[in-house]
């Protein structure tokens, strides 16, 4: 059964008035949304318990943007794992792009953080993605591959059971210009593909979800891919209507 899992990263913006507003919105809807579908709001880390207070009687779920690789200690300014479980969190989105690029994030403290996650028994959301001059270069597949390696080299074959990968292809994040869907669903394919020659099982129930300029009017297109099994929304997850009309459309395909 095709399950889609729309997530809604909203990076460093919003504030206690327009996320009160937004939530009210989305939660009068949310009783009528396809129960095939998992939403999850990502907020800001400072607004995690708030937005989990509004949102935990729902079927709408909790994401964290990220989270440091250390447990608990001295590491001042830093969230860990721990504490997102703590205040109601279940998706964590590890290794996005603009985390790699302006927190210098490599595949290696990805990869902890990676393990972290999954031993809390909360899970991964992990971005991979070319950036515009592999592409051009022809090194996607390469640049994908060494991106799942490094974790399962981490983690071992079995890394990728009850996780999320996200497909970001970098040189769409936030540009306005999204993917071909029909060179995604071949994208989502060689990483099924390749996750399977180390754990079928993985690889059966993976879900892999799109992002990269996603909005409601290229929704269907990704969704109507048969290995797309959901999208990683940036700016247009920030407002409720354009949001619940992607939902609407994702439920509909479904
Ligand atoms: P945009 O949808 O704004 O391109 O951002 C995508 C993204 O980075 C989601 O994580």
């Keep these: 059964m095709k399950k ?13 008035k327009t996320i009160s507003c937004y939530l009210t919105y989305l939660k009068l809807r949310s009783s009528s949304f396809s129960k095939k579908n998992i939403i999850v709001i990502a907020p800001p880390t400072v607004f995690l318990e708030r937005v989990y207070k509004d949102i935990n009687n729902t079927n709408i779920c ?8 250390n447990l608990t200690g001295a590491f001042t300014g830093e969230n860990s794992a721990l504490m997102m479980k703590d205040v109601g969190v279940k998706y964590i989105i590890l290794g996005h792009s603009e985390r790699r690029l302006f927190h210098n ?6 990869a902890k953080k990676f393990s972290l996650v999954k031993k809390l028994n909360l899970i991964p ?3 991979i993605g070319e950036t515009e001059i592999e592409k051009k270069s022809n090194k996607t597949e390469k640049s994908l591959k060494i991106q799942l390696k490094s974790i399962l080299n981490v983690c071992g074959e079995k890394a990728f059971r009850n996780t999320v990968i996200a497909y970001e292809p970098v040189w769409s994040i936030g540009t306005g210009i999204s993917a071909d869907p029909k060179n995604v669903q071949l994208i989502h394919q060689f990483i099924k593909n390749y ?9 059966e129930n993976l879900i892999v979800q799109y992002g990269g300029s996603v909005n409601s009017l290229n929704t269907e297109n990704f969704l ?6 959901g999208l990683l929304i940036g700016s247009a997850s920030l407002k409720h209507e354009e949001f619940l009309k992607i939902i609407k459309i994702s439920d509909n395909i479904l």
């Design 224 to 229: 109507k891919q048969p290995d797309v099994n």
């Design 62 to 69: 909790l994401g964290a943007q990220n989270v440091d690789v």
């Design 195 to 203: 996750i399977k020659k180390y754990d079928s099982v993985s690889a």
């Design 105 to 110: 994030e490599n595949n290696e403290i990805i």
């Design 125 to 127: 959301i992990l971005c």
């Design 4 to 16: 889609n899992i729309i997530v809604a990263n909203w990076k460093l913006n919003g504030d206690i």
